[in-house]
């Protein structure tokens, strides 16, 4: 599903962040990503949906070749890979509805299959009922929940998470792990970079641990840290 | 493009204008006064031309002859002449007949005594053409004639007005183009604000996976709009104060009648909202090329 392959990534300031990564994550994985801030988490998975372009070393994600894939390509590729953040990303002046069904709107879904897909994934975060809040006047946690929707909705192939539960109190960080395992129990591919070591060491699912750029551990069943 | 997408486009667009209104009407003021000076321009290059063509088929080529011409060869410069190629009519003026247009020219002024016995006056042809192109090979035909001495069309006084009349496009035209550049940019820099005010959708639209053309299609739209109503306001301007002065100067001013509205302005209405439209485009373009790395 995921291969990277001797990947360097130096950014234009030379700040290097990674530093000849090499992993695969198969379908329907569960996969943590830890490591103190800068180690390069956030750059790993911009490469995965390629924000960013390796400067050395190859990538290939659902089977395409992102460094040689054209610019158009991009979209493509992205409509399987859905992202969330710390920061939620929502738009303001758009209903928890109106935010979800603006994913499948943007890559052109016919509109009776929005409305059904929209209500279908509002009742799996469990927010069917504020369908038609704004995100303002909702929690933290429900936020992201709406997020998490907005990134499934058109049933990627891989989940990226990046710190998800970072502006989230302990046990509202819980519900979404709890819900991103249902996603991945449904299929799947999740990614979660996040600092909560508390799940990490409670879910024991596979832990990729990175420092100064290079990835120093990759455990089956793992903990935050090293238990050696 | 699907039709429920073309309606996203306009209804974005359209949203986008009212967004940002000040700025749209500032934008939208702009267009309409660049396409108004343009209008002008051409407006003012059409009727300078109409005029010059005119005055041209009003020449008249004047052939003076030699002193003593034997009334036969009179005849048959007469005759070869009206045969020429383009030559509508001609006419010959004896010396009598030419000292009374010369009194009545002077209107019987006393320097002209004691002149009329002498009369030094020569006799000539004066000939029309039909169209103003020919002015120039009939005269150069008729300069080579036996018993001609001299072929007078005032040429110099219509090339002249031609030359003055191109000059005067030339100028304006890079007038014209200078200001088409400076709403391009401001245009540009409308769009740019509607940019800047969907960033955090736009962010979200790439991260989802929308196409960078489905990105980019309301902010063409969206000068195009701009580039449209500015070529809207300018053809109301235009189409008014045309017709005003063209009634005013069919009534004061007859000699300098200017060509009929309807036969001018359909034509100049498709140029202004063409380059209205480009203007909108272009400002767009730039914007999109500089603030949306897509």
């Known amino acids: ?228 | 493009m699907r039709i429920r997408t073309l309606q996203y486009v306009l209804a974005e667009a359209g949203r986008g204008v009212r967004r940002n209104r000040n700025l749209s009407l500032v934008s939208v003021t702009t267009v309409a006064v660049c396409l108004i000076l343009l209008a002008l321009v051409v407006l003012l290059a059409l009727n300078f031309d109409a005029k010059a063509k005119e005055l041209e088929s009003q020449v008249t080529i004047k052939v003076y002859l030699k002193d003593n011409t034997p009334p036969e060869v009179v005849k048959s410069l007469n005759d070869t002449i009206a045969k020429l190629d383009g030559v509508k009519d001609v006419t010959f003026i004896n010396k009598d007949q030419a000292l009374q247009e010369l009194k009545s020219w002077l209107q019987n002024d006393p320097v002209l005594e004691g002149v009329a016995e002498l009369n030094v006056l020569r006799e000539s042809f004066r000939i029309h053409v039909q169209r103003p192109e020919q002015v120039e090979p009939v005269a150069t035909a008729v300069q080579g004639l036996q018993g001609v001495d001299e072929v007078d069309y005032r040429r110099g006084d219509v090339q002249k007005l031609f030359a003055f009349t191109r000059a005067l496009r030339i100028f304006s035209y890079a007038l014209v183009g200078l200001l088409a550049l400076g709403t391009v940019f401001l245009v540009s820099n409308t769009i740019r604000i509607a940019i800047f005010a969907r960033r955090r959708e736009i962010g979200i639209m790439k991260l989802v996976g929308a196409t960078d053309w489905f990105i980019r299609w309301p902010f063409i739209v969206e000068g195009t709009l701009i580039g449209l109503l500015g070529a809207l306001l300018s053809l109301i301007a235009v189409w008014g104060g045309y017709k005003w002065l063209a009634d005013y100067t069919a009534r004061a001013l007859p000699f300098f009648a200017l060509i009929p509205p309807l036969a001018i302005l359909p034509r100049v209405s498709l140029l202004l909202t063409a380059v209205g439209v480009l203007i909108g485009i272009l400002g767009s373009a730039l914007s999109l090329r500089r603030f949306l790395r897509i």
């Open chain 1, 1 to 228: 599903m995921i291969v990277l392959q001797n990947v360097t990534k130096v950014y234009p300031n030379r700040v290097m962040a990674l530093q000849d990564v090499s992993l695969r994550i198969d379908k329907g994985e569960f996969v943590f990503l830890v490591g103190p801030s800068g180690a390069g988490k956030s750059t790993l998975t911009k490469l995965i949906y390629r924000e960013e372009m390796p400067t050395k070393g190859q990538i290939s994600v659902v089977g395409k070749n992102l460094v040689k894939m054209r610019p158009g390509q991009v979209p493509f590729l992205r409509r399987n890979i859905g992202v969330v953040f710390q920061d939620f990303r929502l738009l303001h002046d758009k209903t928890v509805e109106e935010n979800v069904a603006f994913a499948l709107e943007v890559i052109e879904t016919p509109r009776r299959e929005i409305k059904k897909r929209v209500a279908a994934v509002l009742e799996l975060v469990g927010l069917r009922h504020k369908a038609g809040a704004y995100p303002l006047q909702l929690s933290g946690g429900e936020q992201q929940r709406v997020a998490l929707a907005r990134a499934v909705v058109n049933r990627p192939a891989i989940l990226i998470a990046d710190e998800p539960t970072g502006n989230l109190d302990p046990d509202t960080s819980w519900e979404i792990v709890k819900l991103l395992s249902e996603i991945n129990a449904r299929g799947t591919t999740v990614i979660m970079a996040t600092h909560a070591r508390n799940i990490v060491n409670s879910m024991r699912r596979r832990v990729i641990a990175m420092e100064r750029g290079r990835v120093v551990r990759d455990q089956e069943y793992g903990v935050y840290d090293d238990e050696n």
